[in-house]
């Protein structure tokens, strides 16, 4: 066994591209840590997301920080910025996605229990609030990541990353579509 390089690592990425057909999308609401807006960049990036909304006070994907964290892969997503949350929810709405906040809150569903056919647009919010009532009212559908450990919550960038993940699972374990 050895490690993919060149030739091959793109045809194994090819392959599970051609299993991807769904569009996926990321609401940032107030995500400050250029470090996690980088993260998750390059997380989008590697699992095909194609829209980034950005909201709030959410850092810049071009912050030198966000940067050197998502290693120029913001050049794969169409990235764009809004002041105010309703602005934002009705541009992915118009946009053809379905709202799914990621959040622990009361009624929320766990990831591996939650629809994510389709067009699917995952809301996750600031790393010490979360995501704000408002938002969380926008949404159609609201899930969280069970957890097992004595920690109550995952950091933003990680909790994007399984989710994004899921949505990917999900879809590649549904069988072949037909026609």
């Given at each position: 066994?050895?490690?993919?390089?060149?030739?091959?690592?793109?045809?194994?990425?090819?392959?599970?591209?051609?299993?991807?057909?769904?569009?996926?999308?990321?609401?940032?609401?107030?995500?400050?840590?250029?470090?996690?807006?980088?993260?998750?960049?390059?997380?989008?990036?590697?699992?095909?997301?194609?829209?980034?909304?950005?909201?709030?006070?959410?850092?810049?994907?071009?912050?030198?920080?966000?940067?050197?964290?998502?290693?120029?892969?913001?050049?794969?997503?169409?990235?764009?910025?809004?002041?105010?949350?309703?602005?934002?929810?009705?541009?992915?709405?118009?946009?053809?996605?379905?709202?799914?906040?990621l959040e622990i809150a009361s009624e929320a569903v766990p990831t591996h229990e939650t629809d994510f056919s389709g067009s699917v647009c995952i809301a996750v919010g600031n790393?010490?609030?979360?995501?704000?009532?408002?938002?969380?009212?926008?949404?159609?559908?609201?899930?969280?990541?069970?957890?097992?450990?004595?920690?109550?919550?995952?950091?933003?960038?990680?909790?994007?990353?399984?989710?994004?993940?899921?949505?990917?699972?999900?879809?590649?374990?549904?069988?072949?579509?037909?026609?």
């Amino acid at each position: 066994m050895q490690q993919l390089r060149g030739t091959d690592l793109k045809r194994l990425h090819r392959s599970w591209r051609r299993r991807s057909s769904s569009r996926v999308a990321l609401l940032l609401e107030s995500v400050q840590s250029p470090f996690n807006v980088g993260a998750i960049v390059r997380t989008a990036a590697a699992l095909g997301v194609g829209q980034l909304y950005l909201v709030g006070a959410s850092a810049s994907p071009r912050n030198a920080k966000a940067q050197k964290t998502a290693m120029g892969t913001d050049r794969y997503l169409d990235v764009q910025t809004f002041g105010e949350l309703d602005e934002a929810v009705a541009k992915a709405r118009a946009d053809g996605y379905r709202l799914v906040g990621l959040e622990i809150a009361s009624e929320a569903v766990p990831t591996h229990e939650t629809d994510f056919s389709g067009s699917v647009c995952i809301a996750v919010g600031n790393e010490d609030r979360g995501l704000s009532v408002e938002c969380l009212a926008a949404c159609d559908a609201v899930t969280y990541i069970p957890q097992l450990g004595r920690v109550g919550s995952l950091n933003v960038a990680t909790a994007v990353a399984v989710c994004c993940y899921e949505v990917r699972r999900q879809e590649w374990t549904a069988g072949p579509e037909t026609d």
